[in-house]
């Protein structure tokens, strides 16, 4: 039987933050004396192309894998998988859960397309300063993996990547260190979460540059993500299942944030006040856009969901009665 050796991958900050970075070195230095760990490090997720070393070594992996970076769990999660590297949402325990959080809901999308029989695990690097509580979570899952390995009679199946970033050298020196951190371009494009994804095709009628496409089973994917428009989330903003994440987005509800909380509210406080919902914000972003490719702007006029005026009257919510709360006060 194989000796089992969990592969975790740290997946660097864009820049070179001295916090970020010294957070990275002492979680690596960590990893490389824990036993049954294999260990690489790679440049930021969201910027590689389908042709840098970085995402050659993570298709390379076919095992359980932890990946630790500067994004939110579920974003990075749905990122490898639209890059092909697939599996299974592991469970994160980093944090214990507050008392006053709300309940995550629960996915009821169309999900990820034939996920392989393995588990990945996306940790958060904002969600502590120090490197011992990673270094916990990681022992933890590493104990998880093993137990299900172990329940299997199977270890599972892993490669040799030719990664060790203490030095040593490997079988596939294509995947050398230095090879691994080239610095890739900064890239802006759309994730689609499909634990969440109805395929309504509303992304696809909203957007104008030719960004969403279907594939051959005619469910919706990012297709020409170049052809995105830089710093626009507009296409996140009309999804009715809060789906289409951008990872980089200074709002966390866009950039990936769990959804059911508070923060995954798509609204900014001028709406509360009676000023401009997201729908409007969204189109306000497409016209910039258009404008600027030198194409007539189409506010409210195209690709809006028809769904909000056909929409039922629901019983309010939290948010109903607090805007009811605001008339009334005004």
């Avoid at 002492?26 to 995402?55: K, N, S, W």
């Avoid at 995947?175 to 969440?196: C, E, N």
Wanted: aromatic residues 6%.
């Amino acid at each position: 039987m194989a000796r089992f050796r969990l592969q975790v991958v740290l997946s660097q900050a864009q820049g070179k933050h001295p916090a970020k970075r010294a957070l990275e070195e002492a979680i690596v230095a960590a990893l490389l004396v824990e036993p049954g760990i294999e260990t690489a490090v790679i440049p930021h997720l969201y910027d590689l192309d389908a042709q840098h070393p970085g995402r050659l070594c993570l298709e390379g992996i076919k095992g359980d894998m932890v990946m630790l970076s500067w994004l939110y769990s579920r974003a990075a999660f749905w990122l490898l998988d639209r890059d092909g590297v697939k599996g299974r949402e592991g469970q994160i325990c980093l944090k214990p859960p507050s008392e006053d959080e709300e309940e995550v809901e629960p996915p009821k999308g169309i999900g990820s397309l034939n996920p392989p029989d393995r588990f990945i695990y996306c940790l958060d690097l904002r969600e502590s300063d120090k490197h011992e509580d990673y270094m916990a979570e990681i022992r933890r899952i590493a104990a998880e993996c093993r137990e299900r390995a172990d329940a299997k009679a199977n270890a599972p199946m892993m490669v040799d990547l030719g990664v060790k970033v203490n030095g040593e050298a490997g079988n596939g020196s294509q995947f050398s260190p230095a090879k691994l951190l080239q610095t890739p371009g900064r890239r802006w494009h759309p994730v689609i979460d499909y634990s969440r994804c109805t395929n309504c095709m509303e992304c696809i009628d909203f957007c104008l540059f030719g960004v969403y496409g279907v594939d051959d089973q005619q469910r919706i994917l990012v297709d020409q993500q170049d052809n995105c428009k830089k710093g626009c989330p507009a296409c996140s903003r009309v999804c009715p299942e809060h789906a289409i994440m951008f990872p980089e987005y200074k709002t966390p509800a866009i950039a990936g944030a769990p959804v059911g909380g508070i923060e995954s509210l798509k609204i900014d406080l001028t709406k509360l006040f009676g000023g401009t919902d997201a729908i409007n914000i969204a189109a306000q972003e497409r016209d910039r856009e258009l404008v600027a490719d030198g194409r007539a702007a189409v506010g409210l006029s195209v690709g809006i969901p028809k769904r909000q005026a056909d929409k039922a009257d629901e019983p309010k919510d939290d948010l109903d009665k607090l805007m009811d709360q605001l008339d009334e006060f005004e």
